[in-house]
DNA sequence: CTGTATCCTGCCGGATACTG
DNA sequence: CAGTATCCGGCAGGATACAG
């Protein structure tokens, strides 16, 4: 593969994550976001209030929360329901698009939580190494 | 659902990213997080060196991409070989663990790549109603 | 080539207060 | 309840210089 190549296959994608300048790193910012992950993952299984989703995703801000929420329905991938009741209420719930986006986080979470016990494992042997050294 | 239950079926997990203190959130930010997601799938199809790595993530610093790399390192997804010659020459490559999980990350970069045209869509039509309202 | 060390700035994001 | 507005400290992260 000659340097000019950016990565296999990727020649004909128009939206190329690897660039600096493209739209889908921004979005692919969004969802893989400290806060819109689990955001978005905690949309999965059923819609919320925004109160309620504040309490899903623990330490997140009201203020983040807003933001994050922002993003994603810009994206696309939330959808946003308010009724015009006293008092308000706010529902919000997945696109299609935004459910499957939110499969794969759900994967790649449980992947990590699964495996929790190797990566604490590799931690100790790395802090170990390096206090020998130091 | 009561408020004492973090989530649908979360009860046993030893592991749970939804709470704020659990160190999985940390590995969790490490993977997602802005150059862990693009390190880790850079690193996908072939390892590499320390510079060829950064021209495959595009504006990546050397500062940043040195700090992800020993985050993942840390983690157990990432392996640094280094050999003692000269000029150096130091090998990065994914641990199996490391290679599931950009093999999951690759998985949502490539669909959300391919759903650009849908997100496009999604913020012109939220910035075009946002406009009217101003 | 493969990195650290240092400086510096912007903005991320928390706390608080306020509105409808 | 469902947010916005404002303030502000800390740190993410870029630029630069330097080391092995």
Chains 1, 2 share one sequence.
Not at 5 to 28: E, M, N
Not at 30 to 56: C, D, I, K, Q
Not at 67 to 88: F, I, M, S
Request: charged residues 30%; negative net charge; contains cysteine.
């Amino acid at each position: 593969m000659d340097e000019t190549t950016p990565r296999d296959g990727a020649d004909s994608l128009p939206f190329d994550v690897f660039s600096r300048q493209c739209p889908s790193r921004g979005t692919l910012e969004h969802v893989t976001g400290r806060w819109g992950s689990l955001t978005l993952t905690a949309l999965y299984e059923t819609g919320a209030r925004f109160n309620e989703l504040r309490r899903r995703v623990d330490g997140v801000s009201e203020k983040m929360l807003s933001q994050t929420l922002h993003a994603l329905e810009r994206d696309g991938l939330v959808l946003r329901e308010a009724q015009p009741t006293n008092p308000p209420r706010v529902d919000y719930e997945l696109t299609p698009l935004g459910r499957e986006v939110a499969g794969r986080l759900l994967g790649l979470i449980q992947l990590v939580e699964g495996r929790m016990p190797e990566v604490l494992d590799a931690r100790s042997r790395y802090d170990e190494a390096r206090e020998v050294t130091l």
